[in-house]
Nanobody, 121 residues
Framework: QVQLVESGGGLVQPGGSLRLSCAASGSSFSINAMGWYRQAPGKQRELVARITSRGTVNYADSVKGRFTISRDNAKKTVYLQMNSLKPEDTAVYSC???????????????WGQGTQVTVSS
């Protein structure tokens, strides 16, 4: 089994910053991609940022220039640096990893339990 452990959420004022971390634990797997999604009340879950094993990144238009995704392959950890936060960034942020377990030929998606980010004065 693979588990994703998230940290870094919390309450921050508009214009502030937070850094989210997501570490994949377990054994005998490789990671194809990791990313962050968010879901605000009454809205659909949306992709925030994603990074592949080759370093290709994707960002939602709403966060470009403000958020930066990065990874530490040795730690199997992905980070999301969030700057210039706005109230509309308030949501539950969930880590996603597309993982190929050892012995499998079809990758699987794993999800963290989510961490609350609230941007408010």
């Amino acid at each position: 089994q693979v588990q994703l452990v998230e940290s870094g959420g919390g309450l921050v004022q508009p214009g502030g910053s937070l850094r989210l971390s997501c570490a994949a634990s377990g054994s005998s797997f490789s990671i194809n991609a990791m990313g962050w999604y968010r879901q605000a009340p009454g809205k659909q879950r949306e992709l925030v940022a994603r990074i592949t094993s080759r370093g290709t990144v994707n960002y939602a238009d709403s966060v470009k220039g403000r958020f930066t995704i990065s990874r530490d392959n040795a730690k199997k950890t992905v980070y999301l640096q969030m700057n210039s936060l706005k109230p509309e960034d308030t949501a539950v942020y969930s880590c996603n990893a597309n993982i190929l377990p050892s012995g499998r030929i079809i990758p699987l998606d794993y999800w963290g339990q989510g961490t609350q980010v609230t941007v408010s004065s």
